[in-house]
């Protein structure tokens, strides 16, 4: 009998060990300048949203398909205290709307099941105009799970930032979300961030990411070995 604990306690290290090497670490983990500029760089996996129709834009934002701008992209290594990335949609005409945003490919198709991912947004002035911003998660059959969020007013020179957490488990509700239908949280191949205003009286529209972080579930290895040290526990008795 000995021989059998002894055996499960090392299936159990082992397992845990696989877990902390292959599912523990985020898929996604953004958290410096030189992140930043790694990941908007030629070989980061990090590009403006090249389309309308590429950005799943309709289901959000329906047609509004006129307002959407490519952003140029621009690594911050101090935006209020914090690292962070620009989009800059270049200047046009007072009050024209604007969408567009930022999207993030992966080579493989992870399992977003249980996870969550965590960001900042920079929070408008007291003289910048409402806005909102999205996040989007595709899947590998091109279907959409879309949280969409009012971008908050800044509260003073020390409030500059709005810290996000998105539970994937969570189903994004009517009017600011929305599911197509068959959606598979299990292959996600593309996340994507945007942005949609309109233009101050500088016709300038710019909007700002913090760090970026998507944090897969806890590894069902773990939970595997719970359940094996519950087995243990019921063989000693």
Same mark, same amino acid.
């Given at each position: 009998?000995?021989?059998? +604990?002894?055996?499960m306690v090392i299936l159990l290290i082992g397992l845990s060990a696989l877990c902390s090497t292959t599912f523990a670490?985020?898929?996604?983990?953004?958290?410096?300048?030189?992140?930043?500029?790694?990941?908007? =760089?030629?070989?980061?996996?990090? %590009?403006p949203i090249p389309s309308w129709s590429s950005g799943g834009f309709e289901s959000v934002y329906p =047609?509004?398909?006129?307002?959407?701008?490519?952003?140029?992209?621009?690594?911050?290594?101090?935006?209020?205290?914090?690292?962070?990335?620009?989009?800059?949609?270049?200047?046009?005409?007072?009050? !024209?709307? @604007?969408?567009?945003?930022?999207?993030?490919?992966?080579?493989?198709?992870?399992?977003?099941?249980? /996870?969550?991912? %965590?960001?900042?947004?920079?929070?408008?002035?007291?003289?910048?105009?409402?806005? #909102?911003?999205?996040?989007?998660?595709?899947?590998?059959?091109? #279907?959409?799970?879309?949280?969409?969020?009012?971008?908050?007013?800044?509260? =003073?020179?020390?409030?500059?930032? !709005?810290?996000?957490? +998105?539970?994937?488990? %969570?189903?994004?509700? !009517?009017?600011? =979300?929305? @599911?197509?239908?068959?959606?598979? +949280?299990? &292959?996600?191949?593309? @996340?994507?961030?945007?942005? #949609? /205003?309109?233009?101050?009286?500088?016709?300038?529209? &710019?909007?700002?990411?913090?760090?970026? &972080?998507?944090?897969?579930?806890?590894?069902?290895?773990?939970?595997?070995?719970? /359940?094996?040290?519950?087995?243990?526990?019921?063989? &000693? #008795?």
């Open positions: 009998m000995k021989t059998k +604990i002894k055996h670490s985020p898929i996604i983990s953004i958290q410096t300048y030189e992140d930043w500029s790694n990941e908007i =760089g030629a070989t980061g996996h990090i %590009t =047609g509004e398909s006129s307002a959407f701008r490519i952003p140029t992209l621009t690594a911050l290594s101090n935006e209020e205290g914090e690292a962070a990335l620009e989009l800059d949609f270049g200047t046009g005409p007072e009050d !024209e709307l @604007v969408i567009g945003g930022i999207q993030y490919e992966f080579g493989a198709d992870p399992d977003y099941t249980g /996870g969550k991912a %965590t960001f900042s947004v920079r929070k408008r002035g007291t003289n910048e105009k409402p806005g #909102r911003y999205s996040l989007h998660l595709r899947d590998s059959s091109g #279907r959409t799970c879309n949280w969409v969020f009012d971008i908050p007013q800044q509260q =003073g020179a020390s409030d500059p930032w !709005e810290n996000v957490t +998105i539970d994937f488990a %969570t189903t994004p509700v !009517e009017p600011l =979300g929305s @599911v197509t239908g068959g959606f598979d +949280i299990s &292959k996600v191949i593309l @996340v994507s961030w945007d942005y #949609r /205003g309109t233009r101050g009286t500088s016709g300038a529209f &710019k909007g700002k990411l913090d760090h970026i &972080k998507v944090v897969p579930e806890p590894c069902s290895a773990l939970l595997l070995g719970a /359940g094996i040290l519950g087995l243990i526990q019921k063989t &000693k #008795r």
